[in-house]
């Protein structure tokens, strides 16, 4: 169980830089405003966004660190984000847009949703405890 939280703390990680960079990028280059012309869609991805630029250093640590302050922390951005690809695929997907990729970013945060909230995701985190 260990190795499976600290590989969703690297996924994290690595969400969080290339979030970071991504929204740099889109601002810097004066095409943020077409984020959110996309509406609802734009929206959720801003708000998401935000999640993972607020929470995603905080819970790379702490779930690295095996703290349970961290597996709330990532189950909160994972079950966003597993959210927002699920419905992404069913209600927001472009006419041309290709599914599987949608569908395969939905099913890994599906499994990584499950590790977090399993009970030895939890006991793993009050193992963990400071003495």
Do not use: E
Not at 37 to 58: H, N, R, S, V
């Amino acid at each position: 169980m260990t190795i499976l939280l600290r590989i969703i703390a690297v996924c994290i990680g690595i969400a969080t830089i290339y979030t970071a960079w991504w929204a740099l990028w889109l601002w810097s280059s004066g095409r943020f405003a077409a984020v959110i012309a996309t509406g609802l869609l734009g929206i959720f991805t801003l708000i998401g966004w935000t999640a993972t630029l607020a929470l995603g250093p905080f819970s790379t640590v702490q779930l690295w660190r095996f703290r349970l302050s961290g597996l709330w922390a990532a189950t909160a951005l994972v079950g966003f984000a597993t959210v927002y690809y699920l419905l992404g695929a069913v209600l927001f997907r472009a006419p041309n847009a290709p599914l599987l990729p949608i569908l395969l970013a939905g099913a890994v945060d599906l499994f990584f949703l499950g590790v977090l909230v399993s009970p030895q995701a939890r006991a793993a985190g009050r193992a963990a405890r400071p003495n």
